[in-house]
């Protein structure tokens, strides 16, 4: 048996935190995050940054892999491939289809933040930073594949969430 080490931290840690995580829910939540990831607009810049910092395990990541400027949209997350360091560890590789946009016409004065949504929707998980497909001041440019490994775990509260600074040799 090992015994926990880190102090009185252990003593607030929820035991779900300490739980296996799942082939098909890591590959679920790794796909999730990495459309949001891959998602952005920068007629509604603090969108993408409101939506991954509750998936992040560092929420100051959730401002890395965009220069704020431009607009992308990502979709058909595609998960595959896994490697697991530890039941509590996953690293799930996801591609994605990004499609990037050219803007059509002048940028608005102020940007524009999005409505919350008039009626509750079942099974609603939370928002998306993906733009919307179609907008008249933007037009789609090109579409590509792209490939994204991420890492995942359990925060104390045995919640997933996606730990940029986990590497493939760590075990918990």
Request: hydrophobic fraction near 35%; glycine fraction near 6%.
């Amino acid at each position: 048996m090992t015994r926990y080490t880190a102090g009185q931290d252990s003593f607030f840690r929820s035991v779900r935190s300490l739980e296996p995580i799942s082939d098909l829910e890591a590959a679920s939540f790794a796909g999730r995050f990495a459309t949001d990831f891959q998602s952005f607009d920068e007629d509604d810049p603090s969108r993408r940054a409101e939506v991954l910092r509750p998936l992040l395990a560092a929420p100051q990541a959730c401002t890395w892999g965009w220069s704020g400027a431009g607009r992308q949209r990502a979709d058909s997350p595609l998960p595959g491939r896994l490697y697991r360091p530890s039941d509590t560890v996953v690293f799930v590789e996801v591609i994605v289809r990004i499609t990037t946009y050219a803007r059509a016409c002048p940028p608005p004065e102020t940007p524009r933040h999005a409505g919350s949504a008039e009626a509750e929707v079942p099974g609603l998980l939370g928002p998306s930073c993906a733009p919307p497909e179609a907008d008249p001041a933007w037009t789609a440019v090109e579409a590509n594949w792209v490939r994204m490994t991420v890492p995942i775990t359990r925060d104390d509260d045995g919640h997933l969430v996606v730990d940029p600074h986990l590497r493939p040799t760590d075990s918990s």
